[in-house]
């Protein structure tokens, strides 16, 4: 039995008189006692407005607050606090970069590179920066098993490039893409790197030291943690020369009536009041995958993902995206299509014993035409899923078309 499970009550939850079988945690993560318990202390005994009271809550509120970003900062292995700055989610930090970044370094006639395969959250931003600046997007596409290869890093990031955007682990595919290759491709033409960690940090431990990053976005809620709160993590010398990308209270150091003199990172870049709570229970999530650890994480993860592929494998009528045979490093995201039946029908129909996955264009629309398909279903696996999850997802996967009225 797996021992995790306990940590998460959703999981005891019955859904149309059957036991819940999740299996979203692309989508988000269900999250453990100890961080509800994290959040709910907050509420009912220390909530307060942080770094605005002298007082005693909002003290307590400004220290836990400012705790949860140092201990982002040892997670992500980042060389000082002042270089996690906390947003809503990966969203908002990756359009962050596109404002604060992309509109005043860019200029016309520069490219950006990115993969065909990136969530409309790490595309649309760059697709405003490209139509205000005159900026062309300059797209890599993957080889038959989702992978960037080589010869697309060399080909399309040239002297022209100035960001390369792309995601740590595909949300659709699973992929895992080649990190290093990118970024030293990327640093020798002089660009900037931007990496979507919201698919890989729940899954690998990220060191952006090493990665050698010069930022990475990710939110909270795929990662144990609530809604709400996310992380944009920049090397300190470019947050040092980027304007803020929202204005108001808390993000300045001086205001006059005609202009303002605004405050150093990460201050500069969070305006407004903060999700103090938020920040707590990523605090927490931070601490309880750290318990758990990285190594177990991946060990549960890959038996999980490799039974899953096979189990698909033997099921006529499914065809799996990507890397379907488990021959490359892969992150437990399988997307699927079986003949002739909606992805909206297929989860419909898991529903009714259940089983909760998702249907649809996952964002990412431009990698949904390159398969040639509208939408997938896609199941996305966690360290708490069992073995016999799966089993139960095969078993009713199985009884779809026939529900339908197919014959085979
Ligand atoms: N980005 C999330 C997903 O891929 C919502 O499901």
């Not at 899954?203 to 930022?215: C, E, R, T």
């Not at 949904?368 to 997938?376: D, E």
Request: glycine share 8%.
């Amino acid at each position: 039995m797996n021992p995790y499970r306990d940590d998460f009550p959703i999981l005891n939850e019955q859904i149309n008189g059957k036991n819940l079988v999740y299996l979203d945690n692309a989508a988000t993560t269900q999250k453990p006692v100890s961080v509800l318990q994290a959040v709910d202390e907050y509420y009912h005994t220390f909530n307060a407005n942080p770094r605005r009271g002298l007082y005693q809550l909002s003290v307590r509120a400004t220290e836990a607050y400012e705790n949860a970003r140092h201990a982002v900062k040892e997670f992500i292995g980042a060389q000082e606090d002042g270089e996690v700055i906390f947003t809503r989610n990966a969203t908002e930090a990756l359009n962050l970069i596109a404002y604060s970044y992309g509109l005043p370094f860019l200029q016309e006639g520069d490219e950006i590179a990115l993969p065909v395969s990136e969530h409309h959250s790490n595309l649309v931003p760059w697709q405003m920066v490209a139509r205000a600046k005159g900026v062309k997007l300059n797209f890599l596409y993957p080889d038959e098993f989702g992978c960037i290869t080589d010869a697309e890093i060399e080909s399309k990031i040239t002297s022209k490039t100035k960001i390369v955007a792309f995601a740590h682990v595909s949300n659709v595919l699973g992929t895992v893409n080649p990190v290093e290759k990118i970024v030293q491709k990327a640093h020798r033409v002089g660009a900037v790197t931007v990496l979507d960690c919201a698919q890989s940090i729940p899954h690998y431990s990220i060191n952006v030291k090493s990665l050698d990053v010069d930022f990475i976005a990710f939110s909270g809620h795929k990662m144990l943690a609530p809604m709400g709160i996310g992380v944009l993590y920049g090397k300190r010398e470019l947050l040092g020369k980027m304007p803020p990308f929202l204005m108001g209270g808390e993000m300045i150091e001086y205001v006059y009536e005609q202009n303002s003199i605004f405050a150093p990172s990460p201050q500069k870049f969070e305006a407004g009041t903060q999700n103090v709570g938020g920040a707590i229970g990523l605090d927490r999530a931070i601490r309880y995958l750290n318990q758990v650890g990285y190594e177990t994480i991946g060990k549960i993860e890959s038996e999980l993902t490799a039974y899953a592929l096979k189990g698909l494998g033997e099921i006529p009528h499914v065809a799996v995206y990507g890397n379907a045979s488990n021959t490359q490093e892969r992150c437990g995201v399988i997307s699927f299509n079986l003949k002739e039946v909606h992805p909206h029908d297929v989860s419909s129909i898991l529903d009714l014993d259940g089983i909760a996955i998702r249907a649809g264009h996952h964002c990412a629309q431009p990698l949904m035409k390159y398969l040639g398909v509208s939408a997938t279903c896609r199941i996305s696996l966690s360290f708490y899923n069992t073995k016999e999850d799966i089993d139960i997802f095969l078993t009713s996967l199985k009884k779809v078309r026939g529900w339908l009225g197919y014959e085979d």
